[in-house]
C-alpha cells in the first residue's frame, strides 16, 4: 500500500461549517467532542422505504438514477428531517455510485442489494480496473452530486448533512462477489491468493471512494461517515493487515478539509460486527465511532479508553417492539452513551423498510427529552 495522500484544504468559504451556519449544531459539537445540550439522533437508512413521501417519489424510478437526480436526491435527503425532526440529514445517494461514475456496470436491485455486470476475480481483472484509472473529487462526473449536496444544505439552515462512502473493503466485497454475499468468500480468498492484487484493488476503491466523499464534504457537508458493512467478516488480522490501510487512505481524502477556524470535517467511522478492532477503525483515520447493536455501548467505550464520541446502537429489531420495550432499550443506550465524551443516538444498523415511521419520530421525541434530563 502506497502512502495515504496528505491533503490539507480549506473549506470553501461559503461551507456551513466556515460560516458558522452549522459548526454549533448538537451533532458537530458531539461529534467533536463536546456534550450538546440535547443529545443529537439522526438514522441511518431515515431516507427510505419506511416513508410513504419516499415510496412515492421512487414509482418507476430506478435507484441510482435518483441518486443522480439533484432535486430528487435532495427532496428524499430532507423528508425524514421534515418528518422526525432529526439532528442530521445524510445524503442520499448509495455506496456503488463512484463506481457507477468509474464505468462500472452496477444497478440496485431492490430486495438484494447492488448487482455487477461482471465480477472483478482476477489480478488481470483488477490491473484493468486500476488501469481506467479513478475519478477526482473535483472531476465533472461529480456534478449531479455536488448540486444535490447544494440544494439541500441550502434547505437544511443550522441542521448539518452528512456525507458518506462506502469503505474499501465493503466495496470490494461487492465487486469481488459480484453481487450481495453472506460471508465474503471470494474477497477474502483473493485477499490471501494473491496480497499484491488485493491491495491494488484496495488502494483503487479507497481513491474511488475517498473522492465521493470528499466531493461532498466540499460541496457542503458538515461530516462524513465511512460505512465498513462487511467488515464484520474479517479476523482482526486480516483487518489490520489487509484492509486497516486501504480504509485510512480512503479517510485521508476527507481528513485534510479543514474550516477557517482550524478544525476540520468531524468523520465516523462505521461498521457491522466490528467490535474486535473498534481501535484500529478509531486509528484510520476517525473522530468518532459508530457502534452496531452487537455490543453495548459503554463496552465499546472502554475499549477506546473513553476517549473516542461513540454514535449508535438501539438495535433496529426493536423498532417493531411494543412501545415501552423499545423505550427502556432507548434510555439504555442513552444510558451506557454516557460512558463516551459524547453520543450521537442512532440504531445499530439501518431502518427496516418495514418500520412504522411514527415510532421513528417517537423516538427522537424520547431521545431529545431524555437527553436534556
Ligand atoms: O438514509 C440514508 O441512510 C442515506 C442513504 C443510503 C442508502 N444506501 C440508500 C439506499 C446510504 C447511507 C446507503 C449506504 C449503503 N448502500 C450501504 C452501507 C450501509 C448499510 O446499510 O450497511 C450498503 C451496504 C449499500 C448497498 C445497498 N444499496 C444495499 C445493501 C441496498 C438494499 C437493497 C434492498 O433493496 O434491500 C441498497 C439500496 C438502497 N440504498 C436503498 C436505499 C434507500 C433501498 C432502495 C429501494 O428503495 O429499493
Redesign the pocket.
Known sequence: MTEAPADPRSLPADHPLATGTTASAPLVQAYRGVPPAITPVW???????SLPE??EL?TGLG?LEV?LDPALASEI?LQ?VRRHGVDAA???????IPLRLSGIGVE???????VFDRAVRTAADVDALVAAGVPHAEDSGFDPIREGVRRTVAELGATPLIG?A?APF?LAA?LVEGR?SRDHLAARRLMHADPEAWARLMAWCADVTGAFLRAQLLAGASAG?L?D??AGSLSRADYIRHVAPASARALSWARGLTAPDGSRVPLVH?G?GTGAFLPEMRDAGADVIGVDYRIPLDEASRRLHDAVPLQGNIDPALLGAPWPVLAEHARDVLRRGRSAPAHVVNLG???P?DTDPDVLTRLVGLVHEAGAE
Open positions: 438514522f441511518m437508512r431515515q431516507a427510505g422505504r419516499y415510496r421512487r435507484m441518486c435527503t425524514p445524510i445524503f442520499f445517494s448509495d455506496i456503488v440496485i436491485q431492490a430486495g438484494t442489494g447492488p458518506f462506502g465493503t461487492y450481495p461517515q460505512f458493512s462487511w462505521f457491522l444498523h439501518g431502518v423498510p
